[in-house]
């Protein structure tokens, strides 16, 4: 929950620019690194962390359940892990998730399984407006309840298994209920079995890969993992990249700004994760990674990007997983670049903070810009780079981030009169999106309301 809301308004176009940046640091290595030090042996370490809200709410949610979590200095933590199965809570406890839906569904994942857990689940008016049925429907698996039944969006009251037994499950394109059932097959009896049908992101995994006793993957046509529950996790000691997804902004602005460029320093580039670069590179877009190195099974390194002149795109269904919290740039891009893009496989956006692909329909329509959207497709007509200084774009208060910070980009780019509203929600993942790009020389106005 935020104490202050305030909107943003545009009125001019960015200049160009050549810089150098940080970004943000990963929220989904963030959040996962609290929760699986907080249930290790013994001590774990983690550095450069995202100190944004939903981070905060996974350490204020890990304390509530009885983990002790110290920050010893600004974005390094130390957690005093007790143990699988350690969480516990007196009853009736509620638990806040704010916006992150990694943070319920993993936490989630944990609980189904610790003995002895009965809490109330909620989150904020976005977070709660999300169906958590899939998530339900599999913990239900593991022997866990949930109440009221047949209700599947928060609040909610969740009661643990009291024998949980491990389960087979064959994975989508989510990596959080992925991950939810690994958390859940760490502390039930027997073995908890995943194929991988489609490539997710794997943070999780890498987190875990050195209990090789407990987690086993094996690749083949299909990957497969194999959790031997009931055993004592390894510390973790994490040094956290950059995040991939809120490089993608400063990427998005650069391509399409005047004689610019930018180089974006210690990013996350984890295969399960570029997937917005590599379908840029394919339509032409400057974009180069440099430095690459690895550390704690993730791969970091540096990006490189110059103005490019992108050609339409045309996106299948299987690039989904790698571009989930991009798609969203990807239709700007498309909007601002002359020709018709397809983008196919987009029918999980609807199911995010908002209705993401129609939200950004109505965003390009209020610039002039054509678009066709149905459950599982976008078309859009690109009109090219274009002054907008006669239109005007009203973004309402929808409570996601990535919607904010797209109209953002497309405010600076086209100098539309741009009034974004409760942009506060931006603080979930990315606090420091405004302070680099007034670094960049974008011109915007803050009201607080």
Sequence with gaps: MYSKSFSVSINKKISPFNSSTKVDSDKSLSIRSFLIGSISQNISTVKNVLESEDVKSTIQACKQLGAKIKRIKPQSYIIYGKGLGSFFAKKNTTLYFGNSGTLARLLIGILSTTPD?????????????RSMKKLINLMTKFGAFFLPKKKYNFPLKMLSSEIPIGIDYESGVSAQLKSAVIFAGLNSFGLTNIIENKTSRNHTENLLMQNKKILKISKGKLKKIQINGRKSLKPINVNIGGDPSSAAFFTALTLLNQKSSITIKNVGLNPTRIGFY???????????????????????????????????????????????????????????????????GISDLSNKESSRAYEMKNILKQLGIKSKLNKNEMKIFGKGMFDA??????????????????????????????RIKGFETVFTSSPSFLKIMRSLGAKFEIKKY
């Design 117 to 129: 857990i009965e809490v109330n689940l909620k989150g904020d008016h976005s977070l709660n407006r």
């Design 278 to 344: 590599e379908i840029l590179k394919k339509y032409k877009a400057k974009i180069k990674f440099i430095n690459l190195k690895k550390e704690n099974n993730e791969i970091k390194g540096d990006i490189i990007v110059k103005t490019s002149k992108l050609k339409p795109m045309n996106t299948k269904a299987e690039l989904y997983p790698k571009t989930t919290d991009e798609y969203l740039l990807l239709f700007v891009l498309a909007g601002l670049t002359k020709g018709v893009s397809t983008f196919k």
């Design 389 to 418: 200084s006669d239109k005007k774009l009203n973004i309402k208060n929808l409570g996601d981030h990535r919607v904010a910070m797209c109209a953002f980009i497309i405010g600076v780019l086209t100098g539309a009169k741009t």
